[in-house]
């Protein structure tokens, strides 16, 4: 027998590569370089293991670092994925990690406890003060997100002190860049008081509960939601129920999530006149910042309360 592997063997063959490469995500990672020349300090090697926090880092390094974000696609989750030895190296070589924590990149926390010796890490859930456990994403707290900017940017000038003042720099050009989202979240506040919402998944509960919305999403379906298993067939009924009866102000979807649950949700909102805001997990593909990408989304929620009336 030949030794020759077949057309149909390669065929095979390559569209397991595909896959593999679809869930490991081999070509999503970002690197941006430092401009070396105008950092007064030592540049530093970033490493990030998804891009909500991976443009915050790149805004507050600035010229001063190089910034490798692992998980830079939103065809990557987050939650299941598995570093190449490429990602690896670069947590090596890394002069700082930053990752989620709380148990939302795994893999990324356990390839640091691999290393000897570590790098210097931000971990946002220990900045926090938040457990495994809890709702991990972090990113979608306003107050989460300025403590975290801070403990990066402290270990940013422990790391390269020369560079102290252009670190405080892009620390308030980051504050400057938020205050359009301070000012949207204050104006749902006002927009929100009595009102509820009810989310196809976690994504945005911490933005939600920040400007006073109530979570109206059923219990029993919110429970699978955050488990990530699947709503029996009564959680799902429970969940159009109320999205007809008017108990739900706003249904809060994320499309970085498919399926034919999800999507029931959001016809039966539709057919109830339930305005839908979309979410995503991760910043979407292309070139939007973390701050122009959650800006649309506050400004689509203030629209769906009313704000735009
Ligand atoms: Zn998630």
New binding site residues.
């Given amino acids: 027998m030949s030794r020759r592997p077949t057309v149909l063997a390669l065929l095979a063959a390559s569209s397991l590569a595909l896959a593999a490469c679809g869930s490991d995500g081999g070509n999503s990672t970002l690197t941006t370089e430092a401009d070396t020349a105008n950092c007064p300090g030592d540049v530093l090697d970033v490493v990030v293991s998804v891009n909500q926090w991976g443009d915050i880092a790149r805004a507050l390094g600035g010229d001063c670092a190089t910034v490798t974000t692992v998980i830079n696609s939103t065809a990557v989750d987050p939650?299941d994925y598995e570093p190449s030895t490429g990602d690896i190296a670069s947590f090596e070589d890394a002069d700082l990690v930053v990752v989620n924590g709380a148990d939302y990149d795994h893999w990324a926390s356990d390839a640091l406890a691999n290393l000897d010796p570590e790098p210097a890490v931000v971990d946002a859930a220990e900045v926090v003060g938040v457990a495994d456990g809890t709702n991990?994403?972090l990113w979608y707290s306003p107050d989460y997100v300025q403590q975290t900017a801070a403990a990066i940017t402290a270990e940013l000038t422990e790391l390269s002190p020369d560079a102290a003042d252009h670190f405080a720099g892009r620390a308030a050009a980051f504050a400057t860049d938020l205050e359009p989202c301070t000012a949207e979240l204050t104006t749902i506040q006002g927009l929100a008081a009595g009102k509820s919402y009810a989310a196809t998944?976690t994504?945005f509960d911490y933005t939600a509960a920040a400007v006073g919305l109530t979570d109206a999403t059923p219990e029993g379906y919110r429970d699978a939601a955050s488990n990530e298993s699947d709503p029996s067939s009564g959680d799902v009924a429970a969940f159009e129920a109320a999205l007809s009866d008017g108990s739900i102000d706003v249904l809060v979807y994320n499309t970085q999530t498919e399926g034919s649950v999800p999507e029931q949700l959001r016809a039966a909102a539709e057919a109830a006149d339930v305005p839908v805001v979309e979410v995503t997990?991760s910043v979407p593909d292309g070139d939007d910042s973390f701050v122009e990408w959650q800006l649309a989304q506050l400004q689509q929620l203030a629209d769906a309360l009313g704000g735009g009336q």
């Fill in positions: 939650h991990p994403h998944e994504v997990e």
